[in-house]
């Protein structure tokens, strides 16, 4: 067990509709990371957010929106879903600010399926 | 940009072989570099890192060596057991202050008793 909690484990939904996946990390970690994985483009970094603010983006559309509430908790938004979205979708927690030097644990991930 | 390319798979070798599973980077600076171990139904775990060239990392029986000349960082295990069935990710994170990890495509190992 990594510490990091993702809900819902598992995600269906039509196509145009919105949803939420929401991720706790490690306690004691400000940092949290938003990663797709799929068949064809692999693991995709999203975004990351450090103590409740934005700190890197990566290959997220604009459909897609995150954020990090003070509890240090994060909700990754996606809306407008295409078929193309369902992915797995992973949340990562560190202490520190850069994945550089200190470990990233991963959650067990959302599996999305649009329909 | 950064990017990591790892052997494609599946990989399947008999319990007790010897495996190695081939990674090559591309980035500026002096990235730090992982393996990472994703089993079924799980999350990836971090199976073992490297931060400067020449360093060792190992864990679990698992090594790999940051190799700045070669720019690689293939993973090795001398003996691989039924239980080391799972994908691997070779990843890097840049040291230019971009905070992602980039991960190559994982290659799916799979040993048989």
């Known amino acids: 067990d990594s510490g990091v909690t993702q809900t819902p484990k598992h995600l269906i939904t039509a196509t145009g509709q919105r949803v939420t996946l929401r991720c706790s990390p490690r306690?004691?970690?400000?940092?949290v990371y938003w990663y797709q994985q799929s068949l064809d483009q692999g693991l995709q970094f999203l975004i990351q957010?450090?103590?409740?603010?934005?700190?890197a983006k990566g290959n997220i559309l604009e459909r897609f929106s995150a954020q990090q509430f003070p509890d240090l908790h994060s909700e990754l938004n996606l809306s407008s879903l295409e078929l193309g979205d369902s992915a797995l979708y992973f949340c990562?927690?560190?202490?520190?600010?850069?994945?550089?030097?200190?470990?990233?644990?991963f959650g067990q991930g959302t599996r999305l399926t649009v329909v | 940009g950064d990017s990591v390319t790892q052997m494609e798979g599946p990989v399947t070798l008999s319990e007790e072989a010897f495996l190695t599973i081939n990674c090559t980077y591309t980035?500026?600076?002096?990235?730090?570099l992982f393996w990472y171990v994703q089993y079924p139904g799980e999350g990836l775990q971090l199976l073992l890192k490297?931060?400067?060239?020449?360093d060792k990392g190992s864990n679990k029986g698992f090594e790999a060596t940051y190799r700045k000349e070669t720019t690689s960082f293939h993973l090795e295990k001398g003996s691989v057991q039924v239980s080391d069935s799972a994908v691997y990710f070779c990843?890097?994170?840049?040291?230019?202050?971009?905070?992602?990890?980039?991960f190559g495509a994982g290659t799916r190992l799979a040993v048989h008793p």
């Open positions: 990562a927690s560190s202490v520190g600010k850069s994945t550089g030097n200190t470990e990233a644990f």
């Open positions: 306690s004691g970690d400000l940092s």
């Open positions: 957010y450090y103590n409740g603010e934005e700190r």
């Open positions: 980035a500026t600076g002096y990235p730090s």
């Open positions: 490297a931060t400067k060239a020449d």
């Open positions: 990843a890097l994170s840049s040291s230019g202050g971009y905070n992602k990890l980039i």
